[in-house]
């Protein structure tokens, strides 16, 4: 029985990427699952376990080995081709959407055209979040004259015939590389060959705008404006359509080239005799009006700006759309001009340039024409735009636009981080409150579901909205925001003027969300911050949760950490007997008195050291002995006490040798009593290790009985055990 010939006959160059080719190979399955076709392999250097794979999906697996030229690699495909078709594509990329391409063979259209074009979809990332999309010819009727020619970026020649754009695009990953350096020997590959390619053609102006793209690639702009420079005088005298298709991308290669260097003035002047060249196509012509905007923004010739600006928007709304002639007239650099990305560039450029002139006209003639690009998470903005136009709204009356805009912009995910960003700078930066209620105004009517929009909203709602309102602000605040404590300070305010709501809400709060926010705020607020917080929460609406408790036990805690009242005596044994007393309590409610005796090892560290703190206060009077070894036990119990506690023990010796002066009058027998205990404890520190403490108390004691013997003893010891 005769084999039916194939309509298509896919050729895939496979190298071995093991990550892409399985992904690649199923695509064409399902493309030859529609489409009578072959499959055809040609195999440059996989291993055991890729060649396997390929053996999954056909047999014919061709080897290659790899001569530096890609033609020659994929013209084995295309002689081993027996389709009426030929499409030819890489392991690094693989179908998306073919289903246009599949309808171009079903319905016999492809009868009509001798050659195809798809989109690659190039990726820069593997999250696919940022790509370019470009038109590329991999489809062509077989002939017996059809072959690859050139060693890099080869092509299929000769193509006579109408060409059919298929909007099918493959994803592709192969300009993603793993460094730098990666993608600079790349890039060097390419542009050795495409030397020898220019060496060997030097009329084609195909290679001349390669090697200026390799260039670019890899950032070398010096290298990039000068190759496009000699494009330009070695095709100075040639008027084929062909040269000045490419002609327009050695003249953005050189505008490029100029903006990356900084060359602002220069990137002018090349415009300007870009745009006297006749020679350039329409398409090329738009392209200039697109970099001529941004060179006279850049040199801030802002009238020159909006009417290069206008001229590319009219020429964008007149071919935008005209795929053929854009795809005709341009090489890759010069197309570009019609993305979107690039549009919006170009309403940004324009609405800068009229609010430097302080005209309000271009903003809102060109805003709403920006859209949000939710897939990407983008909007295709010139970076400066944010800041001035935020710098601006904080300085004009109120405009209900401002905030249809602000709503945009919110509306953005990584552009809403830029401007939350520029808020924050704006509140912080602002001389007085009016610039930033500006603002305040704008952002709080919009439906931006983001935090820090949410002190807006309270902010705003707090001067001029309901309590029912305001409520609703704070829950989705407490809902989103698990370290509330550490909200500004003019949230709280407002937030103690209704403490009612305010306890409702937190009761609503489940409790280990509001115990890992406690315990975010305690390691990172200062000390004033905490006694801030802790004088609002000890309103008597805040005193019957154990949410309040928790906090009241870490706050404590947190101020002996800071060692907020070490210079005071007084209030630092208060903070101790209120730390000990709330700790004890709090944790009786989850452990057993048992728990609480012995060794107390089942007990948090914080809990264990308020045992030993209180024992040490309730004895500390009449015997500092016993109570020092007792804040010796807390500082091993919970070491974060170590500083406070040793220096609160120093000032008790020393209240300790002070109470014995007093004394003094009773007669010389007491003070030689008060010197025996305070020789005494200087021993219990220098065995405890408290060294710094008991040199202190040596000090003080030779103030009241210098010629103690014992004193050259002591000292003697503190020496020996420092």
Known sequence: MEQVKPVLSISLLCSGRKKTTRKCLDSLRRIMEQIPSELIIVDTGCDDDTHDIL????????????????????????????????????????????TELVDFFLSGDYRSYAMANYIQRNYTDYGEKHYTDAWVSRMAKITKELQFESSIHEYLAPICGDCKLLHSHVKHFGYIFDSPEEKYRHSQRNVSLLLEQIRKERSNSRWWAQIAQEYRGIQE?????????????????????????????????????????????????????????????????????????????????????????????????????????????????????????????????LILAGLRQQRETELHLYFPHISLQPELERMYFYPPLVPELLEYWSKQDYDERFSDYANTLMHCGLLADAVVRELRRIEKDSTGRPQFDRLVRIFALTDAEHYYITYMKILYAGKRGTEDTLKEHFRYLFAHVVDILQLPEYIWDIAMESPAMIHELFLEIPFQQWKKGVDAYVESADAQSVERRMAMLSRPQFQTDIRYDYFAVRAREALLVYGRYHDDYVRQTELLADFSRSAIMFYRRFFTERAFQGEREFLPGSCCAAVHIQEALSCQEEDADRAIACYERAVKAFPSFDSTLRIYVRELQAQAVRSG??????????????????????????????????????????????????????????????
Request: glycine fraction near 6%; aromatic fraction near 14%; proline fraction near 1%.
């Open 55 to 98: 053996l999954e999906y056909t047999d014919k697996v061709i080897p290659f080995v790899w001569c530096r030229d890609f033609s020659k690699a994929r013209n084995v495909g295309l002689k081993a081709a027996k389709g009426e078709w030929f499409l030819y594509i890489d392991d690094d990329e693989w179908f998306e959407d073919s």
């Open 221 to 349: 702009y010096v290298k990039c404006y000068e190759i496009c420079t000699e494009a330009l005088k070695c095709f100075a005298n040639r008027n084929d359509e062909k040269v000045n298709r490419d002609r327009g991308a050695f003249y953005i290669g050189r505008l490029w080239a100029d903006f990356e260097l900084f060359r602002y003035e220069d990137a002018v002047r090349d415009y300007e005799k870009a745009l006297r060249d006749r020679r350039n196509t329409d398409i090329c012509r738009a392209s200039l009006y697109l970099h001529g905007t941004y060179a006279f923004f850049m040199t801030e010739q802002y009238d020159r700006c909006r009417e290069c600006g206008i001229k590319y928007l009219e020429a964008y709304e007149a071919w935008h759309e005209d795929e053929w002639k854009i795809l005709k007239e341009a090489g890759f650099w010069v197309r570009d001009a019609f993305t979107r990305e690039n549009l919006e560039k170009t309403y940004s450029y």
């Open 661 to 722: 002066a007093t004394a003094g009058s009773a007669g010389e027998a007491e003070m030689a009593a008060l010197a025996e205990g305070v020789k005494k404890n200087i021993r219990i520190l220098a065995e405890h290790g408290l060294m710094t403490e008991a040199a202190e108390a040596i000090r003080q004691l030779k103030a009241f009985v210098p010629e103690d013997a014992e004193i050259p003893e002591l000292e003697r010891l503190v020496c020996g055990q420092w």
